[in-house]
C-alpha cells in the first residue's frame, strides 16, 4: 500500500520572507496546525496540535530540510508518521503557502483509529505478533516516535535472522495516550483483534496498574521496560527499569558535593510512580544530611507551574527532583528557566532522557542531571555501531534514542532469545526460559536474573548542549 498524501493550500498576507520567518512563532499559526518551535533548523522539535474530533491532538515532528524563504520539509512523528512539504510562493504582495503531508503506509491504521475506524489480522498467518503499547500523545507522548523506531529496528533485525523457531515478527502498535483508561482499551484491541503473543510497553505507571488485572487474566507476556517504582515481577508481568532508589542513591549526595545545596524540593504528577519517587526522595536527602523543604503533585499533562516555582522560590531550595513525565517536565523546566531560578537552582530529572532534553530546550536544561542505565552519547564501540544502524535506518533528523525507547530494542532481543531457547512462544515455556537469558546490546551485556529482574548498568550524567555528559557509571542495577 503507498503512502496516503493530503494537500491544502492558503495565502497569507505578508511577503515570502515574513511568512517563512512566522513559521514555529504563532503568527498566522491556523494554517500549520499551531506550529511552535524554539530554532527552525534541522533536527529540531516542532510541536503542533490537530484537529481531531474538534479537540486538540499534540503531535510532534522535526525539521528535515529548509530552503530559506522558499521551503519547509518536516518528518512528522506523532501521532503518526509521515512528510509535512511546506512551500512558499509570491503571490502579489501576498504568499501562496502550499502545504503537502504524507502518511506512511504503517501509519494508516492508526490514523484511521483516531478517525474512528481499525484493521484487524489475520489470526491464522503464522507470524509471532508483538504489541506495542506506548504513548504517543498526551504528556508522555515525547517518548513514543523513538520507542517504536527502536522496536522496529530490533524487529527488523530478528526478522533477517529468520525470525523466531522459523516464524517473523510483526509489530502491531498501540497508543495509550498517557490515559489508564485508553492503555486498557488498546491492550483489549491488541489481544482480541490482533492477537497478539506477547506485549513489551513504554507507558506511564498508571496505565500499568489499569492494564496489569487484564494481562494477568488472560496470560499475556507482558514485558514493561522504562524507569518505574519497583516491585517484584508477578506472573508474566516483568518490570524492567530504573527505579527510585537506585537512582537517587547516587545523584543525591553527588549534587549536595557539586553545588553545595542541602535543601531539596520535590515536583511530581499525582499518580504512583512519581509518589514514589517522592517517598525515596525524603529517605535519601535526610540520609545524607539534607533538608526536603517542599513536595507537590500536580495532573498529568499539567501546562502553568507558576504557583510551583513560586513556592520553591519561597522556599530558599537549592535543589529539585523532578518526576514529572514528559512534557510536563519540559515545561516545568523551560519555565523555571525563564524565571530565572536556574541561576541558584539544579534539577534532578528522574526521568530526563534525551527526548525529554530536546523538549526542554539546550539552555533551558543545561545543568540538569540523571541517572538512567543508557544515554546516546555513551562512548562504547557497540553504541556507536547501533546509533550507526539507527541513523541508517530512520534518517540524521531521527528522534534521539534514549534510556526509555533502547529498553524496547533489548526488550523484544531478550523476548526472542527466551522463545529460541524455549522452542516456543507458549507463554508459560517462554516464561520459564526468561532466568539466564542475556543480550549484549548498546550498553553491553543485559541479562534475566533468577527472580525476573534486568541486570543492567547505571550512568550519572549532565545534560549539555547538544545531549549528555557521562560523569560516571554507578555500577549494576536489578542485581537479586
Given at each position: 500500500?503507498?503512502?496516503?498524501?493530503?494537500?491544502?493550500?492558503?495565502?497569507?498576507?505578508?511577503?515570502?520572507?515574513?511568512?517563512?520567518?512566522?513559521?514555529?512563532?504563532?503568527?498566522?499559526?491556523?494554517?500549520?496546525?499551531?506550529?511552535r518551535t524554539d530554532d527552525l533548523r534541522p533536527g529540531q522539535v516542532v510541536r503542533v496540535a490537530f484537529p481531531i474530533g474538534g479537540v486538540p491532538l499534540a503531535g510532534v515532528a522535526r525539521v528535515h530540510r529548509?530552503?530559506?524563504?522558499?521551503?519547509?520539509?518536516?518528518?512528522?512523528?506523532?501521532?503518526?508518521?509521515?512528510?509535512?512539504?511546506?512551500?512558499?510562493?509570491?503571490?502579489?504582495?501576498?504568499?501562496?503557502?502550499?502545504?503537502?503531508?504524507?502518511?506512511?503506509?504503517?501509519?494508516?491504521?492508526?490514523?484511521?483509529?483516531?478517525?474512528?475506524?481499525?484493521?484487524?489480522?489475520?489470526?491464522?498467518?503464522?507470524?509471532?505478533?508483538?504489541?506495542?503499547?506506548?504513548?504517543?500523545?498526551?504528556?508522555?507522548?515525547?517518548?513514543?516516535?523513538?520507542?517504536?523506531?527502536?522496536?522496529?529496528?530490533?524487529?527488523?533485525?530478528?526478522?533477517?535472522?529468520?525470525?523466531?523457531?522459523?516464524?517473523?515478527?510483526?509489530?502491531?502498535?498501540?497508543?495509550?495516550?498517557?490515559?489508564?483508561?485508553?492503555?486498557?482499551?488498546?491492550?483489549?484491541?491488541?489481544?482480541?483483534?490482533?492477537?497478539?503473543?506477547?506485549?513489551?510497553?513504554?507507558?506511564?505507571?498508571?496505565?500499568?496498574?489499569?492494564?496489569?488485572?487484564?494481562?494477568?487474566?488472560?496470560?499475556?507476556?507482558?514485558?514493561?521496560?522504562?524507569?518505574?517504582?519497583?516491585?517484584?515481577?508477578?506472573?508474566?508481568?516483568?518490570?524492567?527499569?530504573?527505579?527510585?532508589?537506585?537512582?537517587?542513591?547516587?545523584?543525591?549526595?553527588?549534587?549536595?558535593?557539586?553545588?553545595?545545596?542541602?535543601?531539596?524540593?520535590?515536583?511530581?504528577?499525582?499518580?504512583?510512580?512519581?509518589?514514589?519517587?517522592?517517598?525515596?526522595?525524603?529517605?535519601?536527602?535526610?540520609?545524607?544530611?539534607?533538608?526536603?523543604?517542599?513536595?507537590?503533585?500536580?495532573?498529568?499533562?499539567?501546562?502553568?507551574?507558576?504557583?510551583?516555582?513560586?513556592?520553591?522560590?519561597?522556599?530558599?531550595?537549592?535543589?529539585?527532583?523532578?518526576?514529572?513525565?514528559?512534557?510536563?517536565?519540559?515545561?516545568?523546566?523551560?519555565?523555571?528557566?525563564?524565571?530565572?531560578?536556574?541561576?541558584?537552582?539544579?534539577?534532578?530529572?528522574?526521568?530526563?532522557?534525551?527526548?525529554?532534553?530536546?523538549?526542554?530546550?539546550?539552555?533551558?536544561?543545561?545543568?540538569?542531571?540523571?541517572?538512567?542505565?543508557?544515554?546516546?552519547?555513551?562512548?562504547?564501540?557497540?553504541?556507536?555501531?547501533?546509533?550507526?544502524?539507527?541513523?541508517?535506518?530512520?534518517?540524521?533528523?531521527?528522534?534521539?534514542?534514549?534510556?526509555?525507547?533502547?529498553?524496547?530494542?533489548?526488550?523484544?532481543?531478550?523476548?526472542?532469545?527466551?522463545?529460541?531457547?524455549?522452542?516456543?512462544?507458549?507463554?508459560?515455556?517462554?516464561?520459564?526460559?526468561?532466568?539466564?537469558?542475556?543480550?549484549?546490546?548498546?550498553?553491553?551485556?543485559?541479562?534475566?536474573?533468577?527472580?525476573?529482574?534486568?541486570?543492567?548498568?547505571?550512568?550519572?550524567?549532565?545534560?549539555?548542549?547538544?545531549?549528555?555528559?557521562?560523569?560516571?557509571?554507578?555500577?549494576?542495577?536489578?542485581?537479586?
Open positions: 500500500m503507498a503512502d496516503v498524501l493530503f494537500t491544502a493550500e492558503v495565502t497569507v498576507p505578508a511577503s515570502r520572507e515574513a511568512a517563512y520567518a512566522s513559521f514555529g512563532g504563532g503568527r498566522w499559526a491556523d494554517w500549520t496546525f499551531d506550529a529548509i530552503l530559506p524563504a522558499q521551503r519547509i520539509v518536516l518528518r512528522h512523528e506523532s501521532p503518526w508518521r509521515g512528510r509535512v512539504i511546506i512551500d512558499f510562493e509570491p503571490d502579489g504582495p501576498n504568499t501562496r503557502v502550499r502545504l503537502v503531508t504524507s502518511v506512511e503506509d504503517g501509519s494508516i491504521a492508526p490514523l484511521a483509529r483516531l478517525l474512528g475506524s481499525d484493521l484487524a489480522d489475520d489470526p491464522d498467518e503464522p507470524v509471532v505478533r508483538i504489541g506495542l503499547l506506548t504513548s504517543y500523545s498526551g504528556s508522555a507522548g515525547v517518548f513514543g516516535p523513538a520507542v517504536e523506531n527502536c522496536a522496529r529496528l530490533a524487529v527488523d533485525e530478528i526478522n533477517a535472522e529468520n525470525g523466531v523457531n522459523g516464524m517473523p515478527l510483526r509489530l502491531i502498535t498501540a497508543d495509550d495516550a498517557t490515559s489508564p483508561a485508553t492503555g486498557l482499551a488498546e491492550l483489549k484491541r491488541l489481544h482480541l483483534r490482533h492477537h497478539v503473543d506477547m506485549v513489551i510497553a513504554v507507558h506511564t505507571s498508571a496505565t500499568l496498574d489499569a492494564v496489569r488485572p487484564y494481562a494477568r487474566r488472560v496470560g499475556l507476556p507482558y514485558f514493561y521496560t522504562p524507569v518505574n517504582e519497583g516491585g517484584k515481577p508477578a506472573g508474566r508481568l516483568f518490570r524492567w527499569g530504573e527505579v527510585p532508589e537506585e537512582q537517587l542513591r547516587q545523584a543525591v549526595p553527588a549534587m549536595m558535593r557539586e553545588h553545595g545545596g542541602k535543601g531539596w524540593y520535590v515536583i511530581g504528577n499525582d499518580y504512583v510512580w512519581p509518589r514514589a519517587v517522592g517517598a525515596c526522595a525524603r529517605q535519601t536527602v535526610e540520609a545524607e544530611g539534607g533538608r526536603l523543604l517542599g513536595e507537590r503533585y500536580v495532573p498529568l499533562s499539567t501546562t502553568d507551574f507558576d504557583e510551583v516555582l513560586e513556592a520553591i522560590e519561597a522556599s530558599d531550595a537549592e535543589l529539585v527532583v523532578n518526576s514529572l513525565v514528559g512534557g510536563d517536565a519540559a515545561a516545568f523546566e523551560r519555565q523555571l528557566h525563564a524565571a530565572g531560578l536556574r541561576r541558584r537552582v539544579r534539577s534532578f530529572g528522574a526521568l530526563l532522557d534525551e527526548a525529554t532534553r530536546d523538549h526542554i530546550g539546550d539552555e533551558a536544561a543545561t545543568g540538569m542531571w540523571s541517572v538512567l542505565g543508557y544515554f546516546m552519547d555513551l562512548p562504547t564501540p557497540e553504541n556507536r555501531d547501533f546509533i550507526g544502524r539507527y541513523r541508517a535506518a530512520y534518517g540524521p533528523s531521527a528522534p534521539p534514542v534514549s534510556s526509555v525507547t533502547e529498553s524496547v530494542y533489548e526488550g523484544i532481543h531478550l523476548y526472542a532469545r527466551a522463545a529460541m531457547a524455549a522452542g516456543m512462544i507458549e507463554p508459560a515455556s517462554l516464561v520459564g526460559a526468561l532466568p539466564g537469558t542475556s543480550f549484549t546490546g548498546p550498553r553491553g551485556e543485559v541479562s534475566v536474573t533468577p527472580s525476573g529482574r534486568l541486570r543492567q548498568p547505571l550512568y550519572l550524567a549532565e545534560a549539555v548542549t547538544g545531549g549528555f555528559r557521562i560523569l560516571a557509571e554507578q555500577g549494576l542495577a536489578g542485581i537479586d
